[in-house]
DNA sequence: ACAAAAGTGTTGAACGTACACCCATGC
DNA sequence: GCATGGGTGTACGTTCAACACTTTTGT
Protein backbone atom coordinates (compact mmCIF):
# COMPACT_ATOMS: atom_id res chain seq x y z
CA UNK A 1 0.00 0.00 0.00
CA UNK A 2 1.53 3.93 -0.62
CA UNK A 3 -0.31 5.70 1.54
CA UNK A 4 -0.02 8.98 0.57
CA UNK A 5 1.74 8.58 -2.51
CA UNK A 6 -0.13 11.17 -5.19
CA UNK A 7 -0.29 14.84 -4.23
CA UNK A 8 -2.89 17.56 -6.11
CA UNK A 9 -3.40 20.56 -5.58
CA UNK A 10 -7.50 20.25 -5.74
CA UNK A 11 -9.25 17.50 -4.44
CA UNK A 12 -9.95 14.79 -7.01
CA UNK A 13 -12.62 12.65 -7.34
CA UNK A 14 -12.27 8.61 -8.04
CA UNK A 15 -13.12 7.70 -11.75
CA UNK A 16 -14.39 3.91 -12.32
CA UNK A 17 -15.72 2.68 -15.63
CA UNK A 18 -18.85 -0.04 -14.89
CA UNK A 19 -19.95 -2.06 -17.64
CA UNK A 20 -23.77 -3.54 -18.16
CA UNK A 21 -22.97 -6.99 -20.06
CA UNK A 22 -25.92 -8.73 -21.95
CA UNK A 23 -26.57 -11.73 -23.34
CA UNK A 24 -29.74 -14.00 -24.48
CA UNK A 25 -30.17 -17.47 -23.76
CA UNK A 26 -32.92 -19.74 -25.17
CA UNK A 27 -35.28 -18.42 -22.40
CA UNK A 28 -34.03 -14.36 -21.49
CA UNK A 29 -32.61 -11.50 -22.49
CA UNK A 30 -29.93 -11.28 -19.52
CA UNK A 31 -27.59 -9.16 -17.33
CA UNK A 32 -24.19 -10.14 -16.12
CA UNK A 33 -23.45 -9.38 -12.78
CA UNK A 34 -20.81 -9.73 -10.01
CA UNK A 35 -21.46 -10.45 -5.86
CA UNK A 36 -19.18 -8.03 -3.90
CA UNK A 37 -17.40 -9.97 -1.26
CA UNK A 38 -16.20 -6.39 0.42
CA UNK A 39 -17.98 -3.60 2.36
CA UNK A 40 -19.56 -1.31 1.17
CA UNK A 41 -22.69 -3.20 -0.49
CA UNK A 42 -20.71 -6.54 0.93
CA UNK A 43 -22.91 -9.59 -0.53
CA UNK A 44 -24.96 -8.08 -2.93
CA UNK A 45 -25.44 -7.78 -6.28
CA UNK A 46 -23.12 -5.34 -9.15
CA UNK A 47 -22.17 -4.51 -12.18
CA UNK A 48 -18.57 -5.94 -13.08
CA UNK A 49 -16.35 -2.55 -12.93
CA UNK A 50 -13.20 -1.19 -11.13
CA UNK A 51 -10.95 2.38 -11.48
CA UNK A 52 -9.51 3.68 -14.19
CA UNK A 53 -5.62 3.57 -14.51
CA UNK A 54 -3.30 6.06 -15.52
CA UNK A 55 -1.97 4.88 -18.72
CA UNK A 56 -5.49 3.23 -20.49
CA UNK A 57 -7.89 4.60 -22.27
CA UNK A 58 -11.28 4.53 -20.69
CA UNK A 59 -12.53 1.83 -23.16
CA UNK A 60 -9.22 0.09 -22.28
CA UNK A 61 -10.02 0.30 -18.63
CA UNK A 62 -13.65 -1.80 -19.29
CA UNK A 63 -12.22 -4.02 -21.52
CA UNK A 64 -10.01 -5.27 -18.72
CA UNK A 65 -12.09 -5.37 -16.08
CA UNK A 66 -14.45 -7.46 -18.33
CA UNK A 67 -11.20 -9.64 -18.62
CA UNK A 68 -10.73 -9.46 -14.95
CA UNK A 69 -13.91 -10.34 -13.79
CA UNK A 70 -15.80 -12.61 -15.85
CA UNK A 71 -13.42 -13.56 -18.34
CA UNK A 72 -15.23 -12.02 -21.57
CA UNK A 73 -13.01 -10.72 -24.76
CA UNK A 74 -14.09 -9.35 -27.95
CA UNK A 75 -17.07 -7.96 -27.50
CA UNK A 76 -19.34 -5.40 -28.75
CA UNK A 77 -18.92 -2.43 -26.43
CA UNK A 78 -19.98 0.90 -26.12
CA UNK A 79 -20.32 3.82 -24.23
CA UNK A 80 -23.67 4.23 -22.03
CA UNK A 81 -23.30 7.48 -19.86
CA UNK A 82 -21.26 8.67 -17.12
CA UNK A 83 -22.86 8.69 -13.51
CA UNK A 84 -21.25 11.77 -11.45
CA UNK A 85 -23.78 12.68 -8.34
CA UNK A 86 -22.01 13.51 -4.81
CA UNK A 87 -23.13 10.71 -3.02
CA UNK A 88 -23.63 7.76 -5.43
CA UNK A 89 -20.77 6.12 -3.28
CA UNK A 90 -20.30 6.27 0.40
CA UNK A 91 -16.71 6.15 0.63
CA UNK A 92 -15.64 8.98 -1.78
CA UNK A 93 -16.26 11.22 -4.58
CA UNK A 94 -16.64 8.83 -7.11
CA UNK A 95 -17.67 9.25 -11.02
CA UNK A 96 -18.66 6.34 -12.90
CA UNK A 97 -18.19 5.97 -16.89
CA UNK A 98 -20.96 3.53 -17.68
CA UNK A 99 -20.07 0.82 -21.00
CA UNK A 100 -22.86 -1.06 -21.95
CA UNK A 101 -21.76 -4.30 -23.96
CA UNK A 102 -23.33 -7.41 -25.98
CA UNK A 103 -22.14 -10.90 -26.36
CA UNK A 104 -23.37 -13.78 -27.54
CA UNK A 105 -23.21 -16.73 -25.06
CA UNK A 106 -22.40 -19.26 -27.59
CA UNK A 107 -18.70 -18.26 -28.04
CA UNK A 108 -18.22 -16.98 -24.61
CA UNK A 109 -18.79 -19.28 -21.89
CA UNK A 110 -18.17 -16.99 -18.60
CA UNK A 111 -15.17 -18.41 -17.17
CA UNK A 112 -15.81 -19.61 -12.96
CA UNK A 113 -12.11 -19.20 -12.42
CA UNK A 114 -10.46 -16.79 -10.46
CA UNK A 115 -12.12 -13.56 -10.37
CA UNK A 116 -14.98 -14.85 -12.14
CA UNK A 117 -16.21 -17.18 -9.31
CA UNK A 118 -19.01 -15.13 -8.01
CA UNK A 119 -20.51 -13.79 -11.36
CA UNK A 120 -23.57 -14.86 -12.98
CA UNK A 121 -26.41 -13.79 -15.44
CA UNK A 122 -29.73 -12.68 -14.10
CA UNK A 123 -33.33 -12.16 -16.39
CA UNK A 124 -33.13 -8.56 -17.17
CA UNK A 125 -36.78 -8.31 -16.01
CA UNK A 126 -35.63 -9.83 -12.99
CA UNK A 127 -33.03 -8.54 -11.47
CA UNK A 128 -31.56 -8.92 -7.78
CA UNK A 129 -31.37 -5.84 -6.20
CA UNK A 130 -27.94 -3.99 -6.66
CA UNK A 131 -25.40 -2.23 -4.58
CA UNK A 132 -24.40 1.51 -5.40
CA UNK A 133 -26.91 3.14 -8.16
CA UNK A 134 -26.42 0.51 -10.39
CA UNK A 135 -30.00 -0.30 -10.66
CA UNK A 136 -30.23 3.31 -12.16
CA UNK A 137 -27.00 2.62 -14.67
CA UNK A 138 -28.53 -1.01 -15.36
CA UNK A 139 -31.85 0.70 -16.71
CA UNK A 140 -30.16 3.18 -18.49
CA UNK A 141 -28.31 0.93 -20.48
CA UNK A 142 -31.48 -0.92 -21.22
CA UNK A 143 -33.77 1.68 -22.74
CA UNK A 144 -30.65 2.35 -24.68
CA UNK A 145 -30.51 -1.33 -25.98
CA UNK A 146 -34.37 -0.82 -26.93
CA UNK A 147 -33.98 1.92 -28.50
CA UNK A 148 -30.66 1.62 -30.62
CA UNK A 149 -31.45 -1.94 -31.87
CA UNK A 150 -34.37 -0.24 -33.64
CA UNK A 151 -31.99 1.60 -35.53
CA UNK A 152 -28.35 0.13 -35.79
CA UNK A 153 -27.58 -3.20 -36.81
CA UNK A 154 -26.05 -4.06 -32.92
CA UNK A 155 -28.63 -7.29 -32.43
CA UNK A 156 -26.43 -9.49 -34.80
CA UNK A 157 -24.14 -9.32 -31.39
CA UNK A 158 -26.18 -11.26 -29.33
CA UNK A 159 -25.74 -14.01 -31.92
CA UNK A 160 -23.15 -16.14 -32.86
CA UNK A 161 -21.47 -15.42 -36.57
CA UNK A 162 -23.84 -17.99 -38.26
CA UNK A 163 -27.70 -17.93 -37.48
CA UNK A 164 -31.07 -18.53 -39.05
CA UNK A 165 -33.54 -15.65 -39.67
CA UNK A 166 -35.65 -17.04 -37.06
CA UNK A 167 -33.60 -16.99 -34.69
CA UNK A 168 -32.63 -13.01 -35.50
CA UNK A 169 -36.07 -12.80 -35.38
CA UNK A 170 -36.18 -13.69 -31.62
CA UNK A 171 -33.70 -11.68 -30.78
CA UNK A 172 -35.30 -8.83 -31.84
CA UNK A 173 -38.79 -9.79 -29.99
CA UNK A 174 -37.09 -10.47 -26.71
CA UNK A 175 -35.33 -7.00 -26.90
CA UNK A 176 -38.66 -5.35 -27.79
CA UNK A 177 -40.86 -7.16 -25.54
CA UNK A 178 -43.45 -8.16 -28.43
CA UNK A 179 -43.96 -10.11 -31.36
CA UNK A 180 -42.93 -9.52 -34.89
CA UNK A 181 -44.94 -10.90 -38.03
CA UNK A 182 -42.50 -13.56 -39.29
CA UNK A 183 -43.33 -13.07 -43.06
CA UNK A 184 -43.12 -8.80 -42.71
CA UNK A 185 -39.81 -8.90 -40.93
CA UNK A 186 -38.20 -11.42 -43.37
CA UNK A 187 -39.14 -9.12 -46.26
CA UNK A 188 -38.00 -5.69 -43.95
CA UNK A 189 -34.68 -7.84 -43.55
CA UNK A 190 -34.00 -9.07 -46.27
CA UNK A 191 -34.84 -6.01 -47.77
CA UNK A 192 -32.24 -3.97 -46.11
CA UNK A 193 -29.55 -6.27 -47.91
CA UNK A 194 -27.43 -6.56 -45.19
CA UNK A 195 -27.92 -10.76 -44.33
CA UNK A 196 -26.13 -12.75 -46.76
CA UNK A 197 -27.40 -16.21 -47.05
CA UNK A 198 -24.77 -18.82 -46.92
CA UNK A 199 -25.01 -22.30 -48.42
CA UNK A 200 -25.51 -24.29 -45.19
CA UNK A 201 -28.00 -24.87 -42.93
CA UNK A 202 -28.60 -25.92 -39.16
CA UNK A 203 -27.51 -29.30 -37.88
CA UNK A 204 -29.17 -31.01 -35.11
CA UNK A 205 -32.61 -29.98 -35.22
CA UNK A 206 -35.40 -32.58 -35.12
CA UNK A 207 -37.53 -30.59 -38.17
CA UNK A 208 -36.74 -29.16 -40.91
CA UNK A 209 -33.27 -27.20 -40.94
CA UNK A 210 -33.26 -23.79 -41.34
CA UNK A 211 -30.79 -21.66 -43.53
CA UNK A 212 -28.10 -19.50 -41.99
CA UNK A 213 -27.35 -16.20 -43.18
CA UNK A 214 -24.19 -13.88 -41.67
CA UNK A 215 -24.70 -10.25 -41.03
CA UNK A 216 -22.75 -8.33 -43.80
CA UNK A 217 -20.79 -5.82 -41.52
CA UNK A 218 -18.63 -4.62 -44.96
CA UNK A 219 -21.68 -3.85 -46.63
CA UNK A 220 -22.88 -2.09 -43.37
CA UNK A 221 -19.85 0.69 -43.21
CA UNK A 222 -20.12 1.18 -47.11
CA UNK A 223 -24.00 2.17 -46.52
CA UNK A 224 -23.65 3.88 -43.50
CA UNK A 225 -20.86 6.48 -44.81
CA UNK A 226 -23.34 6.98 -47.86
CA UNK A 227 -26.38 8.01 -45.18
CA UNK A 228 -28.18 4.97 -45.12
CA UNK A 229 -29.97 4.23 -42.21
CA UNK A 230 -30.72 1.04 -41.07
CA UNK A 231 -34.39 0.56 -39.37
CA UNK A 232 -36.09 -2.30 -38.13
CA UNK B 1 -2.03 27.53 -3.68
CA UNK B 2 -2.76 24.52 -1.40
CA UNK B 3 0.16 22.59 -2.49
CA UNK B 4 0.02 19.06 -1.36
CA UNK B 5 -3.31 19.16 0.34
CA UNK B 6 -4.86 16.17 -1.12
CA UNK B 7 -3.30 12.52 -0.91
CA UNK B 8 -4.29 9.67 -2.59
CA UNK B 9 -3.20 5.81 -2.65
CA UNK B 10 -3.77 5.37 -6.33
CA UNK B 11 -2.99 8.15 -8.61
CA UNK B 12 -6.40 9.99 -9.80
CA UNK B 13 -7.11 11.81 -13.24
CA UNK B 14 -8.86 15.06 -13.48
CA UNK B 15 -11.90 15.47 -14.23
CA UNK B 16 -13.71 18.28 -16.29
CA UNK B 17 -16.69 19.53 -17.95
CA UNK B 18 -16.94 20.72 -21.32
CA UNK B 19 -19.80 22.07 -23.30
CA UNK B 20 -20.74 22.86 -26.76
CA UNK B 21 -23.41 25.89 -26.84
CA UNK B 22 -25.52 25.93 -30.16
CA UNK B 23 -27.11 28.60 -31.36
CA UNK B 24 -28.98 30.02 -34.31
CA UNK B 25 -29.12 33.64 -35.59
CA UNK B 26 -30.76 34.72 -38.79
CA UNK B 27 -28.01 33.06 -40.91
CA UNK B 28 -26.31 30.06 -39.47
CA UNK B 29 -26.16 27.03 -36.78
CA UNK B 30 -23.43 28.82 -34.51
CA UNK B 31 -21.21 27.41 -31.80
CA UNK B 32 -19.65 29.54 -28.65
CA UNK B 33 -15.96 29.21 -28.39
CA UNK B 34 -13.66 30.77 -25.42
CA UNK B 35 -10.59 31.78 -26.59
CA UNK B 36 -7.64 30.84 -23.82
CA UNK B 37 -5.70 33.05 -22.16
CA UNK B 38 -3.11 30.60 -20.48
CA UNK B 39 -1.02 27.79 -22.38
CA UNK B 40 -1.18 25.04 -23.31
CA UNK B 41 -2.76 26.39 -26.63
CA UNK B 42 -2.61 29.87 -25.38
CA UNK B 43 -4.38 32.17 -27.80
CA UNK B 44 -6.25 29.58 -29.72
CA UNK B 45 -10.06 28.78 -29.43
CA UNK B 46 -11.88 25.98 -27.12
CA UNK B 47 -14.80 24.93 -25.36
CA UNK B 48 -16.37 26.47 -22.30
CA UNK B 49 -15.44 24.25 -19.44
CA UNK B 50 -13.57 23.78 -16.27
CA UNK B 51 -12.70 20.91 -13.44
CA UNK B 52 -15.45 19.69 -11.76
CA UNK B 53 -15.62 20.26 -7.84
CA UNK B 54 -15.88 17.80 -5.31
CA UNK B 55 -19.70 19.18 -3.89
CA UNK B 56 -21.27 19.29 -7.33
CA UNK B 57 -22.42 17.03 -9.53
CA UNK B 58 -21.39 17.10 -13.43
CA UNK B 59 -24.37 19.12 -14.64
CA UNK B 60 -23.95 21.56 -11.97
CA UNK B 61 -20.03 21.72 -12.90
CA UNK B 62 -21.50 22.02 -16.47
CA UNK B 63 -23.80 24.49 -15.54
CA UNK B 64 -21.61 26.69 -13.61
CA UNK B 65 -19.03 27.00 -15.86
CA UNK B 66 -21.54 27.94 -18.52
CA UNK B 67 -22.71 30.68 -16.22
CA UNK B 68 -19.01 31.72 -15.44
CA UNK B 69 -17.43 31.90 -18.89
CA UNK B 70 -20.45 32.55 -21.03
CA UNK B 71 -23.01 34.22 -18.68
CA UNK B 72 -25.64 31.78 -20.25
CA UNK B 73 -28.38 30.17 -17.59
CA UNK B 74 -31.47 28.31 -17.90
CA UNK B 75 -30.78 26.34 -21.87
CA UNK B 76 -31.11 22.69 -22.29
CA UNK B 77 -28.17 20.93 -21.41
CA UNK B 78 -27.32 17.12 -21.69
CA UNK B 79 -24.62 15.10 -21.65
CA UNK B 80 -22.82 14.38 -24.83
CA UNK B 81 -20.13 11.53 -24.04
CA UNK B 82 -16.77 11.51 -22.01
CA UNK B 83 -13.34 11.60 -23.34
CA UNK B 84 -10.58 10.34 -21.65
CA UNK B 85 -7.88 9.12 -23.87
CA UNK B 86 -4.43 9.27 -22.37
CA UNK B 87 -2.45 12.18 -23.27
CA UNK B 88 -5.41 14.27 -24.77
CA UNK B 89 -4.04 17.22 -22.30
CA UNK B 90 -0.34 17.35 -22.35
CA UNK B 91 0.02 18.16 -18.95
CA UNK B 92 -1.72 15.47 -17.11
CA UNK B 93 -4.28 13.28 -17.43
CA UNK B 94 -7.69 14.65 -17.60
CA UNK B 95 -11.12 12.49 -18.28
CA UNK B 96 -13.55 15.56 -19.96
CA UNK B 97 -17.50 14.74 -19.27
CA UNK B 98 -18.62 16.53 -22.21
CA UNK B 99 -22.22 18.02 -22.89
CA UNK B 100 -23.79 19.89 -25.36
CA UNK B 101 -26.65 22.71 -24.92
CA UNK B 102 -28.92 24.81 -27.38
CA UNK B 103 -30.43 28.62 -26.58
CA UNK B 104 -32.38 30.85 -28.44
CA UNK B 105 -29.85 34.27 -28.97
CA UNK B 106 -33.39 36.59 -28.38
CA UNK B 107 -33.25 35.23 -24.64
CA UNK B 108 -29.58 34.74 -24.01
CA UNK B 109 -27.21 37.28 -25.39
CA UNK B 110 -23.63 36.46 -24.27
CA UNK B 111 -22.74 38.85 -21.58
CA UNK B 112 -19.66 40.49 -22.57
CA UNK B 113 -18.47 40.95 -19.16
CA UNK B 114 -15.62 39.37 -16.37
CA UNK B 115 -14.74 36.20 -18.23
CA UNK B 116 -17.12 36.52 -20.69
CA UNK B 117 -14.91 39.00 -22.96
CA UNK B 118 -13.01 36.30 -24.99
CA UNK B 119 -16.46 34.74 -25.65
CA UNK B 120 -17.50 34.29 -29.56
CA UNK B 121 -19.84 32.41 -31.69
CA UNK B 122 -18.64 30.19 -34.80
CA UNK B 123 -20.44 29.23 -37.58
CA UNK B 124 -20.47 25.29 -36.90
CA UNK B 125 -19.27 24.46 -40.70
CA UNK B 126 -16.61 26.69 -40.21
CA UNK B 127 -15.39 26.86 -36.86
CA UNK B 128 -11.44 28.20 -36.22
CA UNK B 129 -8.75 25.74 -35.50
CA UNK B 130 -9.47 23.99 -31.78
CA UNK B 131 -7.68 23.16 -28.35
CA UNK B 132 -6.84 20.23 -27.13
CA UNK B 133 -9.07 17.46 -28.35
CA UNK B 134 -12.01 20.03 -28.75
CA UNK B 135 -12.71 19.16 -32.32
CA UNK B 136 -13.51 15.30 -31.54
CA UNK B 137 -15.80 16.85 -29.08
CA UNK B 138 -17.62 19.41 -31.39
CA UNK B 139 -17.90 17.54 -34.05
CA UNK B 140 -19.50 14.58 -31.77
CA UNK B 141 -21.75 17.12 -30.64
CA UNK B 142 -22.73 18.32 -33.79
CA UNK B 143 -23.12 14.90 -34.91
CA UNK B 144 -25.61 13.57 -31.80
CA UNK B 145 -27.76 17.17 -32.45
CA UNK B 146 -28.57 15.85 -36.32
CA UNK B 147 -28.99 12.78 -35.22
CA UNK B 148 -31.31 13.83 -32.09
CA UNK B 149 -33.28 16.73 -33.55
CA UNK B 150 -34.95 13.75 -35.83
CA UNK B 151 -36.54 11.89 -33.07
CA UNK B 152 -37.19 14.70 -30.14
CA UNK B 153 -38.04 17.86 -29.82
CA UNK B 154 -35.42 19.76 -29.16
CA UNK B 155 -35.78 22.15 -32.47
CA UNK B 156 -38.02 23.78 -29.98
CA UNK B 157 -34.96 24.92 -27.64
CA UNK B 158 -33.15 27.18 -30.49
CA UNK B 159 -36.01 29.26 -30.76
CA UNK B 160 -38.12 31.82 -28.49
CA UNK B 161 -41.05 30.87 -26.70
CA UNK B 162 -43.96 31.61 -29.44
CA UNK B 163 -42.28 31.42 -32.95
CA UNK B 164 -43.88 30.94 -36.52
CA UNK B 165 -43.63 27.86 -38.29
CA UNK B 166 -41.48 29.13 -41.07
CA UNK B 167 -38.99 30.18 -38.10
CA UNK B 168 -39.58 26.11 -37.14
CA UNK B 169 -38.58 24.75 -40.33
CA UNK B 170 -35.81 27.06 -40.72
CA UNK B 171 -34.58 25.49 -37.86
CA UNK B 172 -34.77 22.07 -39.21
CA UNK B 173 -33.56 23.07 -42.11
CA UNK B 174 -30.25 24.69 -40.81
CA UNK B 175 -29.65 21.39 -38.55
CA UNK B 176 -30.08 19.05 -40.94
CA UNK B 177 -28.51 20.56 -43.79
CA UNK B 178 -31.25 20.16 -46.64
CA UNK B 179 -34.57 21.95 -47.90
CA UNK B 180 -37.84 20.83 -46.58
CA UNK B 181 -40.86 20.64 -48.56
CA UNK B 182 -43.06 23.55 -46.87
CA UNK B 183 -46.37 21.60 -47.58
CA UNK B 184 -45.44 18.40 -46.42
CA UNK B 185 -43.27 20.14 -43.53
CA UNK B 186 -46.67 22.08 -41.67
CA UNK B 187 -48.81 18.74 -42.40
CA UNK B 188 -46.41 16.43 -40.95
CA UNK B 189 -45.32 18.51 -37.95
CA UNK B 190 -49.06 19.85 -36.97
CA UNK B 191 -50.16 16.36 -37.01
CA UNK B 192 -48.54 15.73 -33.98
CA UNK B 193 -50.54 17.16 -32.26
CA UNK B 194 -47.27 19.11 -30.34
CA UNK B 195 -47.78 22.85 -31.20
CA UNK B 196 -51.00 24.85 -29.85
CA UNK B 197 -51.87 27.71 -32.50
CA UNK B 198 -52.20 31.04 -30.39
CA UNK B 199 -54.23 33.68 -30.90
CA UNK B 200 -51.42 35.98 -32.07
CA UNK B 201 -49.81 36.97 -35.21
CA UNK B 202 -45.99 37.65 -36.20
CA UNK B 203 -45.42 42.08 -35.26
CA UNK B 204 -43.14 44.89 -37.52
CA UNK B 205 -42.97 42.49 -40.59
CA UNK B 206 -43.06 44.28 -43.72
CA UNK B 207 -45.42 41.25 -45.10
CA UNK B 208 -48.15 39.08 -44.41
CA UNK B 209 -47.78 38.10 -40.41
CA UNK B 210 -47.72 34.23 -40.26
CA UNK B 211 -49.57 32.71 -36.99
CA UNK B 212 -47.40 32.32 -33.75
CA UNK B 213 -46.88 28.76 -31.93
CA UNK B 214 -45.80 26.88 -28.94
CA UNK B 215 -44.60 23.70 -28.54
CA UNK B 216 -47.06 22.03 -25.93
CA UNK B 217 -43.82 20.53 -23.73
CA UNK B 218 -47.30 19.10 -21.11
CA UNK B 219 -48.72 17.02 -23.90
CA UNK B 220 -45.20 16.04 -25.13
CA UNK B 221 -44.37 14.20 -22.16
CA UNK B 222 -47.68 12.80 -21.82
CA UNK B 223 -47.40 11.34 -25.14
CA UNK B 224 -43.82 10.30 -24.89
CA UNK B 225 -44.70 8.24 -21.33
CA UNK B 226 -47.29 6.17 -23.56
CA UNK B 227 -44.71 5.29 -25.71
CA UNK B 228 -45.63 7.95 -28.53
CA UNK B 229 -42.26 8.77 -30.61
CA UNK B 230 -41.83 11.99 -32.12
CA UNK B 231 -40.19 11.83 -35.61
CA UNK B 232 -39.27 14.30 -38.49
C1' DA C 1 -48.94 47.95 -58.07
C1' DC C 2 -45.35 45.38 -56.53
C1' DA C 3 -42.51 42.73 -53.35
C1' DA C 4 -42.32 39.22 -49.82
C1' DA C 5 -43.67 35.65 -47.34
C1' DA C 6 -48.10 33.02 -45.66
C1' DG C 7 -50.97 29.61 -46.44
C1' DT C 8 -53.28 25.70 -48.69
C1' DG C 9 -54.71 19.96 -51.63
C1' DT C 10 -54.17 16.40 -54.80
C1' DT C 11 -52.15 12.50 -56.90
C1' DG C 12 -49.15 8.46 -57.61
C1' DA C 13 -45.64 5.61 -55.54
C1' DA C 14 -43.73 3.28 -51.74
C1' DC C 15 -44.26 1.13 -47.56
C1' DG C 16 -46.48 -1.25 -43.54
C1' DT C 17 -49.79 -4.57 -41.84
C1' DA C 18 -52.73 -8.36 -41.54
C1' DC C 19 -53.29 -12.82 -42.56
C1' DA C 20 -52.95 -18.96 -43.66
C1' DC C 21 -51.19 -22.65 -45.84
C1' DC C 22 -47.80 -26.16 -47.70
C1' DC C 23 -43.01 -28.02 -47.04
C1' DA C 24 -39.09 -30.61 -45.26
C1' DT C 25 -37.24 -33.24 -41.67
C1' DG C 26 -36.65 -36.28 -37.57
C1' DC C 27 -38.69 -39.43 -34.70
C1' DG D 1 -47.81 -40.43 -40.00
C1' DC D 2 -47.31 -36.85 -36.94
C1' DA D 3 -45.05 -33.08 -34.67
C1' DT D 4 -42.09 -29.20 -35.34
C1' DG D 5 -40.65 -25.24 -37.13
C1' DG D 6 -39.31 -23.39 -42.23
C1' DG D 7 -40.68 -20.90 -45.76
C1' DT D 8 -43.72 -18.14 -48.88
C1' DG D 9 -47.64 -13.93 -51.41
C1' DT D 10 -51.46 -10.85 -51.68
C1' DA D 11 -54.60 -7.13 -50.76
C1' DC D 12 -55.58 -3.08 -48.29
C1' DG D 13 -54.68 1.09 -45.92
C1' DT D 14 -51.38 4.55 -44.64
C1' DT D 15 -47.72 7.45 -45.35
C1' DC D 16 -44.42 10.06 -48.21
C1' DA D 17 -42.93 13.01 -52.03
C1' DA D 18 -43.58 16.01 -55.66
C1' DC D 19 -45.66 19.91 -57.12
C1' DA D 20 -48.00 25.78 -57.99
C1' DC D 21 -51.06 29.14 -57.06
C1' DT D 22 -53.79 32.59 -54.23
C1' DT D 23 -53.80 35.60 -50.08
C1' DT D 24 -52.34 39.16 -47.06
C1' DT D 25 -49.70 43.00 -45.76
C1' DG D 26 -46.36 46.83 -46.01
C1' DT D 27 -44.06 50.10 -48.86
Redesign the pocket.
Request: cysteine-free.
Given at each position: MLKGAFTYEYERPAVTVDCVVFALDQEDLKVMLIQRDLPPFQGMWALPGGFVQMQESLEEAAMRELREETGLERLFLEQLYTFGDVGRDPRDRVITVAYYALVNLEGHAVRASSDARRAAWFPVDDPPPLAFDHEKIFRTALKRLQGKVRYEPIGFELLPEKF????LQKVYERILGRDL????W???IL?TGLLLALDE??Q????????LYRFDHRKYRQLSKKGFLF?I
Open positions: TLTEDKRNRKKKIQDVSHRAARE
